[in-house]
Every structure is written in structure tokens, then in C-alpha cells.
């Protein structure tokens, strides 16, 4: 199993939005997004995910309901608030910024 | 502890959902796992490991939903109670103060407001009056015959009038025979006063005529109790007695007659109408009316005194002057005797509540003052001022909340002692219930004016000289103090006056002679039933066989039966105007006023200690149905024959329906005064006929007649006496119901009213006194450890301890004085309030206002001494060190 990346739980909230961006999805769709969408390189202890996806209900960036799966199961469906989609671009840019400076920095080093 | 019982509490749903929200997460990864060739039980173990320690995470998130909010309160409220638990007698004396102020007022204040505020259970209640004219010798407001039929027709002030004949009782004749009341009213009443049956419908004009089939409303109690709220009771009849009756609807649940009465049962009040239209003939009747939008009661009289001054032709000259036009509104008519007391009872509460408020300032100003090192010591530790804020928020609210339960309960036991000893006729009483509302008020307010000054030291910026424990006192507020003690001071002065006035009145009406012994005195009232004993005869025959059972059980001293017994009222009275001597004319002002007229068997006198002053009292030989004797009170013989002796001399008493058609009587004898009206209020002269053996008994209405009084006087003991003759009587009848009282438990009821105000007023006064005794003790044991480095330097430097004493005590001596002499005005013009309530004391009574100053004086200087003692035992040189 490759190591989790130090950094990974924080910033956690990021991809937690970025993957509700355009679906909502439940707790284990998020994790699978993930890990697939980062071609297996970024893998979650997959329990840590839900004390986050609580804190930032809690905190209205995201909402949760129970909706009936494909399969016909119950699932509590996650998906993004204004407050949400507003911070998500927020972070975006942080990442934007930061991506390119640190990577200015690697080119010029 | 509290934080897992509070989880518990708020997460039994968050539970359930988050253990199905994480199951389903493992299980969906199970089932990937087994697709991708894994065996089941290696499939979930796998995808078990793969979402790690299930348990903390459940823990974790959990947290997340409880915490945020709950956590921070929960240790503010830990810190209160803790630091509220290292001051326990700052906790005791605040809670204590809040619970007394709020028990107090909510009490008192539920009971008053259904008096004073409620709406009645009447549509637009406030334009409903009460419409009549009053005279002297009438118990109740009238309307007479044509006077109301005309006014009826004329009058403009009024959407509608309507009236009622009043109660009478009225015994169901069928199978569980129960007497009721029945009220008596006219077809409009219950629409004018926007009444609807909760079930069916009222009578039409046309029911109520006399030869009209007979219908009837009934009580929503009586509708359970006795047709099990079927709704089938409708067209059901019900015999009353002795006729058939069809009822046609049920009175709402919340159904009162204005007057307040029980009324069991309406029906149609059937105004006899060749009466009704013959001048100044028919039934009395009592008007009620509804106000035109916008006219008022003043406007309605104005344009009924036409009217009144065209049915005054019919009174008999020399009355007119007594006869007068009543127009109240119907809040003012239920009541009348309470109104005053109500609002003086409010006025003492809010007196006590402001002492309450005081209290709780006070103890929260000292405590704030002792704490600004704290507050300066934690601000300096980074707390922020929001949460400084928030922490005496906390404080105050668990102090609020704790004493917001104690005064509930406090409140509710008031009430029902309230209800336990009120007298009769406080309207509604029975009603009561704890306001919530007002215990929300009182307790806002006491817990208010305590956050108030609570929070200024949260608000301060710390100070480096705060810090360092130099000069702890500030200056700024000490101004606040006294006046708070002075507040407290004068509300109590208020209360402590107006209490010792009633209380005095009190103690002048239980000092008057009621002119009758109550000692050894039982009197038992029957009422005969209008069935059975439907004739004179019948009434007549059963009065004299228990008269003579009871005359012959062993053990009694002095029997006698009369229609009624002082101190009641009388159950007949006629004009004293009507009363005069045989020989000459003896003009009376107006009506003068009524005299009391009782039939009694010879023994009356004796059984009840009243002296006969002159002449004799009646024989067994006056019972013949041929005599024509009287015996009068000292004050009727003295109005009658002044500076000459009554006895044997003759009086005319007009009588029959001939205006002077009139009965000329002897009098035999003069017996002394009675009360017979109430302790503060003039007597009645009384005329005292013979019951005699037979039936004539001409002029006496039926209702009056039916009841009688039996007056015992023996050593036997009550209880058992009691028992004998209700025995005596169910040998005779087993259906006559009995009411049997002390005579001391009359003369007691008598000064009810007066005892139940002052009780309260002195229950609020100690209460207040005891209030102000803990603030000025609180204050002056506040400032003494404030100053002692300064009693230290004193004591240094040569003072004596009496020195101190005087400096402590000289201080809290001046705050009281100038509570004092605040509170004295204030006092005066309660005192002049109460004026009404009082008995034979001035509302200015000097000595009553100096024994309440000098009784305040000395609390407050007893409050200041003890801590004053504290002072002198400190230590110079320990003081002095700490600086």
C-alpha cells in the first residue's frame, strides 16, 4: 500500500469539495473518486473520512441527506453548499498559487 | 459525568444514523473486494482493515456534533456552579432572595390578574354593563315592571338590553333526586352576551312565555355528571320540579353568570305579563346590557336619566331621594369588593419583588467588586472579554434557573394557601393556576437588575493596579450601594406600615361585641324541600316536631328556631319609613334605610345571650295565632320612642299589598343590639316577631319560609351535639339537608375578609423585612472586609473598637435613615390607598408608623452590628501587612 502523503488529512477538505463539485455522492463513492481519480496515489485510511465529512457539515460546506442507491440500500449522500462552492474556489486559487510558486521555485533551484 | 448523560440524550438518533452511514461504507468495500476474487470472510476482514479503527472514528465523529456548542457551555456551567458552591452564603441568600420575589409575585399576581386583567368569557366583554336602579332596602340592583319593558323600548345607548330574574333553586324530581340552581333568564340574554351552546341552541322569545312548553339550558357539569356528555342529551327531558322539561342545548364549558353565581341550569325566565305591565308591580329584574361601539358608561347613563327620571314617578315620594341609577360595567360588578384589595395586594407584591431586585443587585455589586482581581487575573491570562462576559452570564443564569425552580414551587404552595384561606366571593379563585408568564417576568427582572451590575467588572480593562492587589476598591460604584440599601429600606417601610395598619384594624374588628354569645352556641339551617312541603301547613308541622325533639335531648340548656340568627343578615327586611309609632307621626328621611325583621320562638333570646333591656322576651302564651307582639333592638325603641320607654307602647308596620293597609303591634319588650350586617359597617335595627303554632305566616315569601335556623345552646360537645341533631332531623326527614356551624365560627367568618389582607400583607411584609435585614447585613459584612486594611491603620493609630463599631455601624445607619425617610411619605400615602380597609385606626396612626420605623431601625442596626463586631477583632498588624 503506497504511503499516505503527510499532508494528505489536511487538506482532505479540498478534495473532499473538489469531488462533490459536480455530483453528490456518498462516503464511499468520495473515497473511490479519490483513489481513482488520483490513479491509486492517493489512498485514505477510508474510516478518516467521516469525522471530516461531519466537521464540515457541521460547519455548512456541505449538506447531508439519505437518498436510495442504484442497488436500492439507503446512503447518506453528501453534497456541496453555496458556502461550499464559494470555498472551494477559494482553496482552488490557494492551490493554484501555491502549485505555481513552488514550482517556479523547483525550476529555478 | 453530564457530558455523556447529555450525549446520550441528543445522540440517540445521530447514533443510529452514523453506525448505518459507516456500515454501509464497509460493506459496499466487502463487496468490491469480493469482486475483485477475494473469499467472503477474507473480503470483510480486509475492507475492515482498509477503514481502520472503526470504533475511534465513530468516537470522533460523534464528538464533532456534540462538542461545538455543548462542551463550551458545559464548562461555564461546571465554573459557575463551583464558584457559585465557594460562596455559599453569597448562593443562599441570592437564590433565597429570587425564589421569595418570584414565588411571591407570580402567586399573587395569578390570582389578581383573573380579577383585574383577564378577559371575561364574553364576546367584546368590555362593552357589557350592568343597567339598573339601587334603593336602600333592596339586597340586589332592580328593574322594575313597566320601567324595563319602556326602557327596553326606548333606550338609545345600548345595542341590546336584556335581563335575568335572577337564582332560584330548583330540585330535578326524578329518579337521583339533587337540588340545583337555576338560573333565570330572558331569550336575548345569552346573545347579547355573545354566549353559544357548546351543543344545540338558545330559546326563542316565544319559549319564553309562560303558557310555553318548558325548555332548558344545561351546565357543561352537569351535562358530564349526569348524561355522560352524550351528545344525545339533546331533546332528552329532565323533571324539574315536578314538571317535565325538554332540554335544548348545553351551556359552553367556560359558561359564568355575570354575576358569578353556579348556575346548574337556564331556563326562560317567563315574565308574568299582566304584571309586567302594571307600574312598579312584577318581578325585580336585573338588567345587563351591551354598549353601542364607542359610547361610554358615563355617555350611557346620561342617556338613560331620562328614562330613570320618568320611572322615579312611580316611587312613593319620600324614597325618591334613595332610589339611584347604576351603570357599571360587568367587570366592575363581579368585583366589586376585591378591586381594591387586588390592586394593594399587587402594589405590596411589586413592593416585595423590588426589594427582591435590590437584594439580588446588591449581593452581585459586592461579589462583582471582590472579584475584579479575579476578572483581572484571568483577562490577564488571555481569557477574552466576550468570555468573561459570558462567564457571569452563566452565573447569574444558574443562579436564576436554580431559584427560578424554588420560586415556582414557593409560588405554588402561596397559591395554595391563598386558596386554602381566602375568604368566600374573591372572584374566580378557584381558577388560579401558576402564570408562567409572570414567573418569566418576575424572575427576567430580579436576575435583570442583578446581571446589571453583575457585568460591569467583566466590562473593565484590567488594571495593572487591580493585578497587583493594591487599592482593590474602586470608588466609582460605591454610590450605588447605599441607594440600593435605601430602596430596600423604604419598600420595606412601605409594607411594614400598611401590614401593622391592617393588622391593628384587624385586631379593632375582633375586639367588637357581635352582641351575641358564641360560646356553647351550634346552629344547624335546614331548607325544606318545595316538593314535599309544598303547603304552609306541611312547612309549619315539621318546624314544630323538630323544635320540640331538640328542646327535649338531655344535655341542652336553650333551644330555639328562627327564619334566620344574628350575626347573619336577616332573611326579611322592610322600611324603617314603614315602621312608625301608632300614635303620632314620625317623619323619616327617604326610606331611612332598612330594619331587620326575624320570627323567633321565645327562647331566642336566652340561646344566644342577647339581654333584654327592658320589658320581657316573648312566652309560649304570645304563640297565639291572634297576638300581635313585637320585641324591638335598643336602637329601633330609641329611633322610635326617643327618651321614652318602648315597652307597651304601639307601633303601625304597613303591611299587605294596600299601600296603607298597615298592622298595629305591641311592644313588649327591647332587646339589645346585634351585628348583623358586617364588623365595620352600621347594624340594621331589628323587629322581632313570634313564630307562631299554625299556619299564618301571610307575606313571608315561600323561599324564606322553607328555611329555618335551629339555635342550640348546650355543654354537650360540638361534634357529638352535631351528630344528635342531624340524627333528630333524618328521624323526621332523611331528605332535608343539614348545615350545621359553631356561633364562634360565625363570628369568625364575619372578620374573614380583613384577616386573610392582613395576613398576606404581613406575610410580605416579614418577608420584605427579612430581605432588607440580609442586604444591609450582606453590604456592611462586604465593605468591612473591603476596609480592612483601613479599620487596621485605624486601630494602628488609636482607635477603640467602640470607634469602629460607630464608624460600621454610623454608615449603614445613614443609608437606613435615608430609607426612611423616603419610605415615610410613601407609607403615608399607602396608608391613605388602605384607607378604606381600615377600622376605627387613623390611616395616619403615629404610633402604628413608629413602632414600624422604630421595628425597621433597629434590623437594620442589628444587620450592621454583627459584621461591625468582625471589624473590631481585626489585627492591625496583619492587616497592615498585606499591603
Known sequence: MPKQPDSLQGNLEFLVLKTLETDSQHGFGITQYIQTASDGLLRLEEGSLYPALHRMEKVRLIKGEWKVTKNGRRARYYKLTAAGRKRLLEVHEQWETLSKGIGKILRFA | ?883
Open chain 2, 1 to 883: 459525568m453530564i457530558r455523556r448523560l447529555l450525549r446520550r440524550l441528543f445522540g440517540r438518533r445521530l447514533n443510529d444514523e452514523l453506525e448505518e452511514e459507516l456500515q454501509f461504507h464497509i460493506e459496499r468495500r466487502a463487496e468490491l473486494n469480493r469482486q475483485e476474487g477475494m473469499a467472503p470472510e477474507e473480503a470483510r476482514l480486509s475492507a475492515r482493515r482498509q477503514f481502520g479503527n472503526a470504533l475511534l472514528i465513530r468516537e470522533e465523529t460523534r464528538r464533532i456534533h456534540v462538542s461545538i456548542f455543548v462542551d463550551s457551555t458545559l464548562q461555564d456551567i461546571q465554573h459557575a456552579a463551583r464558584s457559585l458552591a465557594r460562596a455559599p452564603m453569597f448562593t443562599l441568600v441570592a437564590v433565597l432572595s429570587i425564589a421569595l420575589g418570584v414565588g411571591a409575585t407570580t402567586a399573587v399576581f395569578s390570582v389578581v390578574d383573573l380579577i383585574l386583567f383577564r378577559s371575561l368569557p364574553y364576546a367584546d366583554d368590555t362593552r357589557l354593563v350592568s343597567v339598573a336602579m339601587t334603593a336602600p332596602v333592596l339586597p340586589r340592583p332592580f328593574l322594575l315592571g313597566t320601567d324595563y319593558l319602556e326602557w327596553k323600548r326606548s333606550q338609545t345607548p345600548f345595542e341590546a338590553l336584556t335581563s335575568s330574574s335572577g337564582f332560584r333553586d330548583c330540585d330535578v324530581t326524578e329518579s337521583n333526586p339533587v337540588r340545583l340552581r337555576c338560573a333565570q333568564l330572558e331569550s336575548t340574554f345569552l346573545p347579547t352576551f355573545g354566549i353559544q351552546p357548546q351543543l344545540g341552541r338558545t330559546f326563542t322569545p316565544e319559549e319564553d312565555r309562560r303558557n310555553a312548553p318548558k325548555v332548558v339550558l344545561i351546565s357543561d357539569g352537569l351535562w358530564h355528571s349526569r348524561f355522560g356528555a352524550s351528545p344525545a342529551v339533546l331533546d332528552k327531558t329532565i323533571s324539574l320540579d315536578g314538571q317535565a322539561q325538554r332540554i335544548i342545548g348545553v351551556l359552553p364549558k367556560n359558561f359564568e353568570m355575570p354575576t358569578l353565581q353556579r348556575a346548574d341550569i337556564v331556563v326562560p325566565q317567563a315574565l308574568p305579563e299582566e304584571q309586567q305591565v302594571r307600574p312598579n308591580s312584577g318581578r325585580p329584574l336585573e338588567g345587563f346590557a351591551r354598549l353601542k361601539p364607542g359610547v361610554t358608561l358615563e355617555q350611557a347613563r346620561a342617556a338613560l336619566e331620562p328614562l330613570f327620571r320618568e320611572s322615579l314617578k312611580w316611587i312613593p315620594p319620600q324614597f325618591v331621594n334613595d332610589v339611584k341609577l347604576k351603570v357599571r360595567s360587568v367587570r366592575d360588578v363581579q368585583v366589586a369588593d376585591s378591586r381594591r384589595a387586588s390592586w394593594i395586594l399587587l402594589a405590596s407584591v411589586l413592593a416585595v419583588l423590588l426589594v427582591a431586585c435590590a437584594n439580588v443587585a446588591n449581593l452581585l455589586l459586592a461579589r462583582a467588586s471582590s472579584r475584579e482581581r479575579e476578572f483581572a487575573v484571568r483577562a490577564a491570562l488571555g481569557a477574552g472579554r466576550g468570555r468573561l462576559i459570558r462567564q457571569t452570564f452563566t452565573e447569574s443564569l444558574l443562579l436564576a434557573g436554580t431559584a427560578g425552580v424554588l420560586g415556582c414551587g414557593l409560588g405554588y404552595s402561596l397559591l395554595r394557601l391563598l386558596s386554602a384561606f381566602a375568604p368566600d366571593g374573591i372572584p374566580r379563585l378557584t381558577q388560579a393556576a401558576l402564570d408562567v408568564r409572570v414567573l418569566m417576568l418576575a424572575l427576567a427582572s430580579s436576575v435583570g437588575s442583578g446581571l446589571l451590575v453583575g457585568l460591569v467588572p467583566a466590562f473593565q480593562s484590567a488594571k495593572p493596579e487591580t493585578l497587583a492587589g493594591w487599592r482593590t476598591v474602586s470608588g466609582r460604584r460605591t454610590w450605588m450601594r447605599p441607594i440600593l440599601v435605601a430602596s430596600q429600606i423604604a419598600g420595606s417601610l412601605v409594607l411594614l406600615t400598611s401590614a401593622s395598619l391592617l393588622l391593628r384594624s384587624l385586631w379593632n374588628l375582633q375586639a367588637v361585641p357581635i352582641g351575641v354569645r358564641s360560646d356553647n352556641v351550634v346552629t344547624a339551617s335546614l331548607v325544606l324541600g318545595a316538593q314535599q312541603y309544598a303547603g304552609p301547613e306541611m312547612q309549619v308541622a315539621f318546624f314544630e316536631q323538630i323544635e320540640t325533639r331538640i328542646a327535649s335531648v338531655p344535655g341542652v340548656e336553650f333551644s330555639a328556631v328562627a327564619d334566620s340568627v344574628a350575626p347573619d343578615p336577616p332573611a326579611l327586611t322592610t322600611l324603617l319609613a314603614h315602621v312608625q309609632p301608632d300614635e303620632r307621626e314620625r317623619r323619616v328621611e327617604g326610606t331611612g334605610g332598612a330594619v331587620s325583621r326575624r320570627e323567633v320562638t321565645p327562647r331566642y333570646f336566652a340561646a344566644l345571650g342577647i339581654p333584654i333591656i327592658s320589658g320581657r322576651a316573648f312566652t309560649e302564651a304570645d304563640r297565639v295565632l291572634s297576638s300581635e307582639r313585637v320585641v324591638l333592638s335598643e336602637s329601633l325603641a330609641r329611633f322610635l320612642f326617643p327618651n321614652e320607654d318602648a315597652v307597651n307602647k304601639r307601633i303601625r308596620v304597613a303591611r299587605g299589598p294596600d299601600p296603607n293597609g298597615h298592622a298595629v303591634l305591641e311592644v313588649i319588650g327591647v332587646a339589645a343590639n346585634v351585628k348583623n350586617s358586617s364588623l365595620t359597617e352600621a347594624d340594621l335595627p331589628e323587629m322581632y316577631g313570634v313564630r307562631k303554632h299554625g299556619s299564618n305566616m301571610s307575606g313571608i315569601p315561600l323561599e324564606v319560609r322553607r328555611r329555618v335556623v335551629l339555635i342550640v345552646r348546650s355543654a354537650i360537645r360540638t361534634d357529638v351535639l352535631a351528630d344528635i341533631i342531624r340524627s333528630e332531623v333524618a328521624s323526621l326527614d332523611t331528605t332535608v339537608p343539614v348545615t350545621i356551624d359553631t356561633m364562634a365560627q360565625k363570628a369568625a367568618h364575619l372578620s374573614d375578609r380583613p384577616r386573610f389582607n392582613a395576613l398576606l400583607l404581613t406575610l410580605f411584609a416579614s418577608i420584605s423585612l427579612e430581605l432588607a435585614a440580609i442586604g444591609i447585613y450582606g453590604v456592611v459584612a462586604f465593605l468591612v472586609a473591603q476596609r480592612t486594611q483601613e479599620i487596621g491603620v485605624r486601630m494602628a493609630i488609636g482607635a477603640q473598637k467602640q470607634d469602629i463599631i460607630r464608624l460600621v455601624v454610623g454608615q449603614a445607619a445613614r443609608w437606613s435613615l435615608a430609607g426612611i425617610l423616603v419610605g415615610l411619605p410613601a407609607s403615608l400615602y399607602a396608608g391613605h390607598l388602605l384607607h378604606d380597609l381600615l377600622f376605627q385606626v387613623s390611616q395616619r396612626d403615629p404610633r402604628t408608623f413608629a413602632v414600624a420605623v422604630l421595628l425597621l431601625a433597629v434590623t437594620a442596626l442589628i444587620a450592621a452590628f454583627i459584621p461591625s463586631i468582625r471589624a473590631t477583632r481585626v489585627d492591625p498588624v496583619i492587616a497592615l501587612r498585606r499591603e
